[in-house]
């Protein structure tokens, strides 16, 4: 067999048998197999920052209740030591500031 013979031989064998477009094959393949990684990647952050998100708001909602609930104990504190009496020893019981009591009503 002389050279000529060989390499037509293997030129024959790689084209016919899909030598070449096995190999080209072989990289689309790759290729497509990497898209779709990044894209179930991409998918994944994407459920992982919305289940954060809604984490991150309902922490928010909770942290506004509790300001809006302590404001209020605030303010129940604020009226009862307006209520609070001086005279501890007698019957007459009155609140010790019955104008200003009046100017807090008016604005709350």
Known sequence: ???????????????????VAGFMQYKQNRKAKELENDKTASEQWRALYEEQTKTVQSLREKLHEAREALEEEKRQTLMCRFYVCEKLDCTDREPPHTEIMKEFKQVF
């Open 1 to 19: 067999m002389d050279v000529t013979t060989l390499l037509t031989t293997l030129f024959t064998t790689l084209l016919s048998g899909g030598g």
